[in-house]
């Protein structure tokens, strides 16, 4: 285990599971989007989908990828609804860990001395702003029967920085070049 604090373990294995679930809901509810006539916020969710999948892969590997007992807590809608209700649910568990779950675990990590588990965790926080905000506009367009307007999202494989219709020269989360940038 490279961590060596308890609470910041059990923190990377809450953190984990909560991203390893919102990836798969996420997959789920792109498919569903798509079949309800919004091809574009469908390839939203799966990009952020993919973005979700390098967080919970960041948090695995500070924890070593260690199967010890640890409290796993990561609260999230479970089931599908109609694209506004799951663009609502991207929202609020997203705005939960930008308001409450990343800013004490990152600070506990801090607190702790845990340079990875600070790493990992600022990276989803950061992520997680522009996701909120990006799910938002889209539940802008969906309430008024329209599709967000985008070419492509880009995600970047480091960190789960995410943006639309063109990737920067570097991230500026945490410095990933262009090219290694994922396009959806």
């Known amino acids: 285990m490279s961590v060596k604090n308890a609470?910041?373990?059990?923190?990377?294995h809450s953190a984990y599971s909560g991203e390893s679930m919102a990836h798969m809901r996420y997959l789920i509810w792109a498919e569903a989007a798509r079949k309800e006539g919004f091809p574009n916020i469908g390839k939203l969710f799966e990009a952020i989908a993919y973005a979700e999948?390098?967080?919970a892969g960041n948090h695995f590997r500070e924890i070593g990828g260690s199967t010890a007992d640890a409290t796993v807590t990561a609260g999230a809608v479970?089931?599908?609804?109609?694209?506004?209700e799951n663009l609502q649910g991207?929202?609020?568990?997203?705005?939960h860990e930008v308001q409450q779950m990343y800013p004490v675990y990152l600070n506990a990590a801090e607190f702790q001395k845990e340079p990875g588990a600070q790493r990992s965790f600022h990276f989803a926080l950061e992520a997680e702003?522009?996701?909120a905000a990006l799910f938002q506009k889209a539940q802008n367009?969906?309430?008024?029967?329209?599709?967000?307007e985008l070419k492509s999202v880009y995600i970047c494989p480091v960190?789960?920085?995410?943006?639309l219709d063109g990737a920067p020269d570097s991230c500026p989360i945490c410095g990933a070049k262009k090219e290694l940038y994922v396009k959806f």
């Open 159 to 163: 960190c789960g920085h995410t943006i």
């Open 78 to 84: 479970f089931g599908i609804g109609k694209t506004v």
């Open 53 to 55: 999948r390098v967080h």
């Open 129 to 131: 702003k522009i996701h």
């Open 141 to 148: 367009a969906a309430k008024e029967g329209k599709d967000i």
């Open 7 to 12: 609470m910041t373990f059990d923190f990377l």
């Open 90 to 95: 991207a929202i609020n568990g997203e705005l």
